[in-house]
């Protein structure tokens, strides 16, 4: 009888695998070879999947965002204004291992981003859903008085995008030995900062 194959947890298998070897060599030392043995898989067995590197670094970005997505589904249910902000922030930034490996390969997809307008679209609609649940927050903490900045809400959210994004690159290229703030300390900064 033949073995029954789960396709899409195959796919998530191949996916760990990629951030793990990403998180030990960078994109360009990440063989499909090497993912394949991570993972516990011939080489072979990618092609199916993915026929290319690209095709693999392009999923991982996806599934990337959608696990990021849960998460805040998560964290932000029944959750408004300032403290949705931060649980949505604390989803994103590069708190723990798990979410720095996930910095390591939006990293080298954003490079690749700036040159392919199909991962451009997927970038930009990713991006488009966290502006929109922040400036919906803003407008949230807004009406109850916990912001009083009269900076506008638009600027704001280009603000907290900015400190999300920018904070997975500095954590993917800091060493435990450069001491930075925590980016809790900062997000909190930045919120205490706003009323």
């Known amino acids: 009888m033949p073995k029954i194959v789960d396709h899409d947890q195959r796919r998530l298998e191949?996916?760990?695998?990629?951030?793990?070897?990403?998180?030990?060599?960078?994109?360009?030392?990440?063989?499909?070879?090497?993912?394949?043995?991570?993972?516990?898989?011939?080489?072979?067995?990618?092609?199916?999947?993915?026929?290319?590197?690209?095709?693999?670094?392009?999923?991982?970005?996806?599934?990337?965002?959608?696990?990021?997505?849960?998460?805040?589904a998560l964290t932000t249910f029944n959750q408004t204004g300032l403290d949705a902000i931060r649980a949505l922030g604390m989803e994103v930034l590069p708190i723990d291992e798990e979410k720095i490996s996930e910095a390591r390969v939006v990293i080298p997809f954003w490079q690749k981003a700036v040159t392919d307008e199909f991962k451009m679209a997927i970038h930009r609609e990713s991006m488009e859903q966290w502006r929109v649940a922040l400036k919906r927050h803003l407008g949230e903490a807004r009406q109850v008085g916990a912001i009083t900045s009269a900076v506008p809400d638009a600027v704001i959210s280009e603000q907290l995008m900015n400190l999300f994004l920018g904070a997975q690159i500095t954590a993917a290229l800091s060493l435990p030995e450069d001491n930075l703030p925590a980016y809790t300390d900062q997000l909190d900064g930045f919120l205490k900062n706003l009323s």
Request: aromatic share 12%; proline share 3%.
């Open 14 to 72: 191949l996916v760990d695998a990629t951030w793990r070897i990403i998180a030990r060599h960078g994109i360009e030392g990440a063989t499909m070879r090497d993912i394949a043995l991570e993972a516990g898989f011939s080489n072979g067995a990618l092609k199916p999947y993915f026929p290319t590197k690209d095709d693999l670094l392009t999923f991982a970005f996806r599934h990337v965002f959608n696990r990021t997505n849960n998460r805040i």
